[in-house]
């Protein structure tokens, strides 16, 4: 199996991160269990730093009673702020799960539950064990 395709086992978060961005949209290969959670991790601390700035300055406006245009000005740039990191991160995250779930010897169609809602279905398959006994061509 060549390097760019293959699961990288015991990745540190820094390498997991790093792999995360360089296989942005690599929707072929096989990430290991510890590539996808430290990249889990990353996104949903990500998330939960950007919306607890939010909630700061949207209480910060409310304690010191700024003026409308104020308010809608700072509370605009910091959801904006999250919506561009959304966008930014929605790809390689999909990307790196399709590559989990064929590390586990799934299908990475599995993903797709992510746009009904459902990403829970998925997630539970990604805790599932390696299995390059059931890699397939197509995967590669």
């Known amino acids: 199996m060549t390097p760019d395709i293959a699961p990288l086992p015991g990745a540190s978060f820094g390498e997991a991160i790093k792999r995360f ?7 072929r290969g096989y990430a290991s269990r510890s590539e996808f959670w430290w990249s889990y991790l990353f996104l949903v601390g990500s998330i939960f730093i950007l919306y607890l700035v939010f909630g700061v300055s949207l209480a910060a406006l409310i304690v010191n009673d700024a003026s409308e245009s104020s308010a809608g000005l700072v509370l605009t740039l910091v ?10 991160t929605f790809v390689p995250h999909i990307a ?4 989990r779930l064929h590390d586990t010897g799934q299908s990475g169609l599995w993903a797709l539950f992510i746009i009904a809602g459902l990403e ?3 997630l539970i398959m990604c805790c ?3 299995r390059p006994d059931l890699y397939r061509p197509e995967w590669s």
């Not at 904006?80 to 966008?87: H, S």
């Not at 790196?96 to 590559?99: F, W």
Request: glycine share 12%; proline share 4%.
């Open 79 to 88: 959801m904006g702020i999250i919506g561009i990191f959304g966008l930014a």
């Open 128 to 130: 599932f064990d390696s």
């Open 21 to 27: 961005f360089q296989r942005y949209a690599q929707f």
């Open 96 to 99: 790196v799960m399709v590559r």
């Open 120 to 122: 829970i279905v998925p």
